[in-house]
């Protein structure tokens, strides 16, 4: 293997690409990019390249469970306290 190879095989193994993310998330677009303008998600940018960490996305993957139980329980409260 190659020293590019290499590169390109450390690359796939430690970041993904926008729709990379968004697709291993199931979620859509707009979701992504408030996740990332508030700051859960990390962006990489480099010129026009843009990158996230992949172990930051499969820990938001592994957490969505939990996020969604909390905030529909949220959401489930919100009218019964008006």
Do not use: W
Request: aromatic share 10%; net charge positive; proline share 2%.
């Amino acid at each position: 293997m190659d020293k590019q190879e290499q590169l390109r095989h450390f690359l796939d193994q430690e970041f993904l690409s926008r729709q990379e993310a968004i697709d291993y998330l199931e979620i859509s677009k707009q979701c992504f990019h408030s996740l990332v303008n508030r700051g859960k998600i990390t962006r990489i940018k480099k010129g026009s390249a843009v990158l996230f960490y992949r172990y930051e996305i499969e820990h938001r993957k592994e957490i969505s469970p939990e996020l969604l139980e909390k905030y529909r329980s949220i959401q489930r409260e919100s009218p019964e306290k008006n």
